[in-house]
Structures are given as structure tokens and as C-alpha cells.
């Protein structure tokens, strides 16, 4: 056990469960720890840093802007905002020319909340089993997993679940008291479960016609994760709000709520934050779009996407149930527990996460190239060989 091991627990919560080593560096799709071990980084800060750790073009608006103005209060206008304002709307799906900016994906799916019960004078909120909004009280009555919601109920009424890519189950359940439904277009943390498209259309069809908001949580899959800069392009989907965060700002924390015209009226001052919008968080959100675009990660996603879950599934590897995914947000279904397979790819040099108990995942940064997912999977293999020899 390392100093900064030792201080860590000393300090902390305890809360997670930690790695047995610390993290001090990382550039790209690659980690270092503290004794110089490099690490392929298939977690990707959870699926945060799309364009790779420490982008120069990040790094340099993030420095430019520390030494210009760090906090600007929404109640001033400030240039940065604006500017990414403007930017972010242009490229949202169609009809979202509105947003609202805070700093978690948490916080992105409690605004929606708020803002579909004032523009629809009604209470009623409908997300599906598996899924995952985050963790606080709104967001947590969204999240279906019991262990992170029973410690902490009573959470917030009116919150029902039911069966993902099950449209009858949908049209049983929204009724004049709904006022939106929210999924993910994959299921992140739930699996890495695909949302089907005739599904996702069918329910932003029956929201419509029962005035319903349509909420599409992109907290994980925005910014190009799936092959598109948003999976919501896959299928043509039009929420009435998309909740966005992790990616956004390469790795600096940031969320936002984009709001097409059917979300208005929510009263002034009624809801707010102190750090949202910032002008440091706001030129690293511009600089990240700007490498997704510049780079061409948006289509690399959806290439090495393939060529990852192709090599994936070539493995000879009885273990593997089943393989799933959409552009560079993987999930490889296990007949048995993943974490000592997590342990046995760390001490390769590899970085994946689970999504549940016997899911392992990949979220690698957007970047990675062909070598490193070749080294990746080949480490997969020799993990999985270890632990059936
Ligand atoms: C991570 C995540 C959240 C919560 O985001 P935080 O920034 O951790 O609050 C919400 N929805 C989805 C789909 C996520 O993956």
C-alpha cells in the first residue's frame, strides 16, 4: 500500500470500492500509475473522455481561459457561453434549440424532470427497468438498480418503471398524468443493452399523441460514443429533452438539458446553479467539439467500434455469452462474475469496467487506434484463457 493509498482510505467516504493502484497520468487512450506502469484505458473516465486524456487542443482553451475569467453566474452574460451555446444547438438533433447548463449528468436529468412537470402541469415520470439517471433524489427515482435506490427511500413519487423495447408495456403506462418518459438510447450501466429503433419511435409517438415529454438520457452515448455525435441520429429520434454531461467537456465536469419548443414557461428563478456555464468549463465544451470534428472521432467510433466487437467475437472463449454494443460503448455478457477478469486485464495492462455483475465494458476514448484495440483484445483472451485453464 502506497502514502496515497493509505491517505485515501484515511480521508475518504469508502464509499467505492477501490483499485489497488494510483493514477497519476494519462494522455490519449493510455494511463500511468505511480510506478510508471502504462495502462491501454478502455474506462475512459467512464466513457468521459472521448477525445482522449489531456487533448492539447483541451488543455490549451482550458489554460487559456484559467488565466482570462473562471466564473461568470448565469445571470450575466458571458462570451464562452454563448459561444457554446450556439455551437451545441447547431449540432443537436433537430428541434433542440434550447439548453440548460450544470455540471453533472445528474443534475442535466433533474432539470428535464422539473421542466416536464412546469411545461406539462403534470407530475407523473415513466423510465424502464435497467435503467440509470444518476443519483440524486429526481435522478435516482429514474435509476431502476434497488441497491443504489433502497438505502435511500422514500425517494420522490410519482416515478414508475417499466420493461425496456417493450412497446405494449409503454402503452399500457403512459396516461394523462405522465408528464415524460425518459430512456437511453443504450443502456449503459443496465448492461449495455441496445435500445431498438421501432421501439424508441413508437414511444416518442405515443408521448405526442398523449402529452407526454419525451426525455432521451445521452448522458454516456453523446458526443459520438455510438457513431454518431448523438445516438438519438441512429433513428431519427426528436426528443422534447436530451440530457447530456459526461463527454462534453473532455473530462471536466459539465451537464446540460437541451429543450425543444414544447419546454417553455418554466417560471424565472425557479431553477438554477452557482458553477453551470462557466467560462473554463464552457471553452473546454467548444474545444471538445471541435477535436470530435477536426479528428473524424465521430466515425472512428463507429469503425473501430466494429473492428473491436469483430475481434471480440472471434475469440475461441466459452466464457462469453454474449457480445453487444454500438460504436465504441461495448458490453461483453459473461457466464460468470467479471470481476476477476477486470483484475486479471489491470495486471496486463488493460482498463475496462463492468456494467453489472457479469458484464465487462469497454469505453475507450474515441481515439484509440487499431493497435492498441488489437492489444486490447488479445489481453482479453489470454485473461479469459487463464481463468478457464
Ligand atoms: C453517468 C450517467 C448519469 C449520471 O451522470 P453523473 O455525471 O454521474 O451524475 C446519468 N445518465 C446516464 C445514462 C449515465 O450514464
Known amino acids: 500500500m502506497t502514502d496515497y493509498q493509505t491517505m485515501e482510505n484515511q480521508a475518504s467516504m469508502g464509499i ?30 467512464i466513457g468521459t473522455a472521448n477525445v482522449g486524456h489531456c487533448h492539447p487542443t483541451v488543455t490549451e482553451a482550458v489554460a487559456r481561459q484559467a488565466e482570462r475569467l473562471v466564473i461568470c453566474p448565469d445571470t450575466f452574460y458571458n462570451d464562452l457561453r454563448a459561444e457554446l451555446g450556439t455551437a451545441l444547438t447547431r449540432v443537436a438533433p433537430e428541434g433542440l434549440d434550447r439548453l440548460f447548463l450544470c455540471n453533472s449528468g445528474t443534475e442535466a436529468v433533474e432539470a428535464a424532470f422539473k421542466f416536464a412537470r412546469v411545461a406539462t402541469g403534470r407530475t407523473g415520470i415513466i423510465a424502464a427497468q435497467r435503467g440509470f439517471h444518476g443519483r440524486t433524489f429526481g435522478a435516482l427515482s429514474a435509476t431502476w438498480n434497488p441497491k443504489y435506490r433502497a438505502p435511500f427511500e422514500p425517494l420522490v413519487p410519482g ?38 429503433g421501432a421501439y424508441l419511435n413508437r414511444v416518442e409517438a405515443l408521448c405526442r399523441e398523449r402529452g407526454a415529454l419525451f426525455i432521451v438520457d445521452e448522458v454516456q452515448t453523446g458526443f459520438g460514443r455510438t457513431g454518431a455525435l448523438f445516438a438519438c441520429e441512429h433513428h431519427g429520434l426528436q426528443p422534447d429533452m436530451l440530457c447530456l454531461a ?3 467537456a473532455g473530462g471536466l465536469p459539465v451537464g446540460a438539458t ?41 466515425e472512428n467510433a463507429r469503425k473501430n467500434g466494429a473492428y473491436f466487437r469483430d475481434a471480440l467475437a472471434a475469440l475461441d472463449a466459452p466464457f462469453v455469452r454474449e457480445i453487444r454494443g454500438m460504436g465504441l460503448i461495448i458490453g461483453v455478457e459473461m457466464k460468470g462474475r467479471v470481476t476477476p477478469i477486470l483484475r486479471g486485464l489491470m495486471e496486463r495492462g488493460v482498463m475496462a469496467l463492468p456494467a453489472g455483475n457479469t458484464v465487462l465494458r469497454f469505453l475507450p476514448p474515441l481515439s484509440i487506434s487499431r493497435e492498441e484495440i488489437d492489444q486490447v483484445v488479445e489481453t482479453v483472451d489470454a485473461v479469459l484463457g487463464s481463468l478457464e485453464a
Open 16 to 45: 467505492l470500492p477501490k483499485r489497488d493502484v494510483v493514477i497519476v497520468r494519462g494522455s490519449g487512450a493510455r494511463l500511468w500509475d505511480s510506478t510508471g506502469k502504462e495502462y491501454i484505458d478502455c474506462i475512459g473516465g
Open 246 to 248: 459526461k463527454a462534453m
Open 159 to 196: 416515478f414508475t418503471h417499466v420493461k425496456y423495447n417493450d412497446v405494449s408495456a409503454m402503452e399500457e403506462s403512459i396516461d394523462d398524468e405522465t408528464a415524460g418518459v425518459i430512456l437511453e438510447v443504450v443502456q449503459g450501466e443496465g448492461g449495455v443493452r441496445i435500445g431498438d
Open 258 to 298: 437541451l429543450c425543444a419548443e414544447t419546454v417553455r414557461g418554466v417560471p424565472a428563478m425557479s431553477h438554477g446553479n452557482t458553477f453551470g456555464g462557466g467560462p473554463v468549463i464552457c471553452a473546454a465544451g467548444l474545444a471538445t467539439l471541435r477535436v470530435l470534428e477536426e479528428e473524424g472521432l465521430v
